[in-house]
């Protein structure tokens, strides 16, 4: 088999060059620079892992994440630095490393916290800077960090990750000898993913534009708001997308694209009518708090 170019992000430890065991094969199953570069075949899917064991439960698997969310010393923040980045410049190569995960952890999802870590820290400093920007105390800024990471991100992610989980089992899976599904921790990984960008664009890049521009009554202020939006919710949905389309075993994974005629219907029509979403959103956020 000849050995794999792919270049190994910092300190992955999913991360390998080409190998022979087991006979199983990386696979290009499209044309090169294709998001499914890589991919495995369906008997990597089914027999996945050292020695072929079953998959440990979701239970096992939550109760080992838990355990290793406060073992600071045994994440790879490198490596998680590296997805945050490239989830911004090519999503499509951290779906790869996902994939290669599936052959050395026997699971797509994250079992490293350290994704989760650095993120609960970008929404502290994010959530300051938001709150300094609307002028709010520091027990409303402390209000507003909870409301964003319990609500905005944990429990919307929860319905959202749970929602994709019974869509995508119940009519994208396609049907395998031995059986595969969409793990739910993978599902909620998938919105993690997707919600980062959201997180940046919407609640640190738009910070600068905020008091000089968008809170103004002009339809430029609409404008610029309201592009940051579609922006923010069109990454989420492409970097959704990404992460059902690298499954191999999930079809027809290009309705999940569909939300972005919604999303820009609605982006013409907020221009047609002048509703500012920024100035609506930093309403709620002044009533929540």
């Known amino acids: ?23 199983r094969s990386l696979k290009s199953s499209h044309s090169q620079g294709s998001i499914n570069d890589y991919s495995y075949t369906m008997e990597d899917v089914q027999f996945s892992g050292v020695g072929r064991k079953a998959c440990a439960t979701g239970m096992e698997k939550c109760k080992k994440y838990m355990r290793r969310i406060f073992k600071f010393r045994q994440m790879d923040f490198e490596f998680a630095l590296w997805q945050m980045l490239n989830l911004f410049i090519a999503p499509h190569k951290v779906y790869r490393n996902f994939q290669y995960r599936k052959q050395t952890k026997n699971q797509f999802a994250r079992d490293d916290p350290a994704f989760l870590v650095l993120m609960s820290i970008a929404f502290c400093v994010t959530s300051i800077g938001f709150g300094l920007t609307m002028g709010l105390s520091w027990f409303k800024i402390f209000k507003l960090l909870l409301w964003v990471v319990f609500i905005d991100c944990i429990a919307v992610g929860i319905l959202i990750a749970t929602a994709m989980w019974l869509i995508s089992n119940k009519y994208l899976v396609r049907y395998i000898k031995g059986g595969a599904d969409v793990e739910w921790a993978y599902a909620f990984d998938v919105h993690l993913n997707a919600f980062f960008p959201v997180l940046m664009i919407l609640h640190c890049l738009q910070l600068f534009f905020i008091n000089p521009l968008i809170v103004k009554d002009w339809f430029l ?50 221009l047609i009518t002048r509703w500012n979403i920024t100035k609506a959103l930093l309403w709620f956020y002044e009533n929540r708090v």
């Not at 910092?10 to 087991?22: E, I, K, L, Q």
């Not at 939006?229 to 569909?258: C, D, E, M, Q, R």
């Open 1 to 23: 088999m000849q050995p794999n170019n792919y270049v190994s992000p910092p300190s992955s430890v999913y991360s390998y060059p080409g190998s022979s065991h087991t006979g």
């Open 221 to 270: 202020s609409v404008l610029v708001g309201n592009t940051f939006w579609l922006a923010a919710l069109g990454y989420y949905v492409y970097i959704t997308f990404l992460g059902y389309n690298v499954l191999p075993f999930v079809k027809k994974s290009i309705v999940l694209l569909s939300p972005l005629l919604l999303l820009g219907t609605t982006y013409f029509i907020s």
